[in-house]
């Protein structure tokens, strides 16, 4: 009887040894942190984020509304003119002052934004290095410079449009048809190409732009008739 009993509690603590032998072993795991793989995907990860590809969406994005703008401006600005005179020089003159004019004025004011932002990421920079002491973290700052140019071209690429399209039609109700074409085309173009940078459909994107286009050309239009009746300007129909 003692023997049984001497053998059954020596079972017992064997037993109990093997099993916190078992739960003391290192677990080998793939998915811990410091696997190699998961250390390989935290690189390949770092490295997906040196490229920033929202920064280059919102670059082709204001090129295009800067384009879409300058097409709109130039070519309300033409027809506007258009309804109190018939010829082809003052609807020339008048276009190409809007897009130099309009050209200008964004090349300014998107330069006096981005040198505000620039202030404003030299300051946070500085206060990260006092912060870390660390002279080494450069991030890329913007370029009031290169912003300013690029609105300014976007804007005079896109006014160029509808002042080539009236430049050599010399029929005043021809002439106002082709900008209104022309500007069209292009507005719906580069709404499609807004939508699909931004992720929405192109077609919506388009008729919201290509709406707003018409609704500008129309009021102008209106507004200037309306002004031309009320103070009896003249109306020529010579070039």
């Not at 981005?114 to 973290?137: F, H, T, W």
Request: charged fraction near 15%.
């Amino acid at each position: 009887m003692s023997f049984r009993q001497n053998s059954i509690v020596h079972a017992t603590t064997s037993s109990e040894d093997s099993t916190k032998r078992i739960h003391e072993q290192p677990i080998n795991n793939s998915n811990s942190p410091n696997s190699p793989n998961q250390n390989k995907d935290l690189e390949l990860g770092q490295k997906d984020e040196s490229v920033d590809y929202m920064a280059r969406a919102q670059w082709l994005r204001a090129a295009v509304l800067g384009a879409n703008d300058g097409l709109v401006s130039v070519a309300s600005l033409m027809i506007g003119v258009g309804a109190v005179s018939q010829t082809v020089r003052t609807m020339l003159v008048s276009g190409l002052a809007g897009l130099v004019a309009g050209a200008c004025s964004m090349a300014i004011g998107e330069f006096v934004s981005v040198y505000a932002q620039y202030d404003i990421e030299m300051k946070l920079i500085e206060q990260g290095r006092e912060v870390n002491q660390d002279e080494n973290d450069k991030e890329p700052l913007s370029n009031p410079l290169l912003a300013a140019g690029a609105s300014a071209l976007a804007f005079a690429l896109g006014g160029v449009l509808p002042l080539l399209a009236g430049a050599f039609i010399k029929t005043w109700g021809i002439r106002l048809g082709v900008v209104i074409a022309v500007s069209s085309l292009a507005l719906a173009g580069f709404g499609a190409i807004g939508g699909l940078l931004g992720g929405a459909k192109a077609y919506k994107s388009a008729l919201r732009v290509l709406i707003g286009g018409w609704l500008a050309m129309l009021v102008t239009y209106a507004i200037l008739k309306v002004f031309g009746i009320i103070f009896h300007m003249e109306v020529s129909s010579s070039a």
